[in-house]
């Protein structure tokens, strides 16, 4: 199947730092991929929707200029978390429909291995 | 908003029995459904799907029942094995929401040897 990877898969940072995640389709193109944060012993709750070529969709409560989207190309979106705080400290994942991203019925997304942010 | 100490629901099984994991899910506009694996410190894995036209469907030693009319969902796995042990979440997607999952709050399942 569809391969999804995530840079780096763990990271510590002091307060007040910004650290960046990257997810990649290895051999699909994705024109939209999606970023997902989990809490230990919780579900996975949906961020924002990546598109590349245009500005990321947020969901209610995420602040879009402390978590910067940016789908540069067709298989790359990054995650900047902008002055992290501890917080902040969580599991981010990201992951991707394997159509390609063409409107239509909805597919199997991809979970990419995901990331574990430690903010100190 | 997030629940401050929240326990996932959990489920103990002797290897070898069959294990059943629920799920009810929120919209009733959801069309297509998933049952994703989760183990410790990975991302979720794709195990089974159903859409909404379906009431169930089998895969290898897993079986997805739908019930539109409660909003029930569950995934029954054949002859438990101690890798089955992980975090099962159920996801519903609607057509016209660009896809976009909604995830149920998940099941740990562990697997007595």
């Known amino acids: 199947g569809a391969v999804v990877s995530q840079h780096p898969s763990w990271v510590i940072c002091k307060s007040g730092t910004s650290v960046k995640i990257e997810c990649r389709s290895l051999?699909?193109?994705?024109?939209?991929m999606f970023w997902y944060r989990q809490f230990p012993k919780q579900s996975l709750m949906l961020m924002a929707t990546?598109?590349?070529?245009?500005?990321?969709?947020?969901e209610q409560g995420v602040e879009k200029d402390k978590f910067l989207i940016n789908h540069a190309s067709l298989t790359l979106s990054t995650l900047t978390v902008t002055s992290a705080h501890p917080e902040d400290s969580s599991f981010y994942i990201c992951?991707?429909?394997?159509?390609?991203?063409?409107?239509?019925?909805?597919?199997?997304?991809?979970f990419g291995p995901g990331t574990r942010l430690t903010v100190l | 908003g997030e629940s401050v100490g929240l326990h996932l629901p959990t489920l103990s099984v002797q290897e070898g029995d069959n294990s059943i994991i629920n799920c009810a899910y929120s919209?009733?506009?959801?069309?297509?459904f998933i049952w994703y694996k989760q183990e410790s410190g990975k991302g979720p894995q794709f195990i089974i799907d159903?859409?909404?036209?379906?009431d169930k469907r089998q895969g290898q030693r897993v079986t997805v029942l739908l019930n539109k009319t409660v909003k029930h969902l569950s995934l029954q796995i054949a002859a438990t094995q101690p890798g089955d042990s992980a975090v099962y979440f159920c996801a519903e997607n609607y057509y016209g929401s660009a896809r976009q999952l909604t995830f149920g709050s998940g099941t740990q399942l562990t697997v007595l040897p």
């Open positions: 159903i859409r909404s036209n379906m």
């Open positions: 990546s598109n590349e070529g245009s500005k990321a969709t947020y």
């Open positions: 051999d699909f193109q994705a024109t939209t």
């Open positions: 992951s991707a429909p394997a159509s390609g991203g063409a409107e239509g019925p909805p597919d199997t997304q991809y």
């Open positions: 919209n009733s506009a959801s069309d297509y």
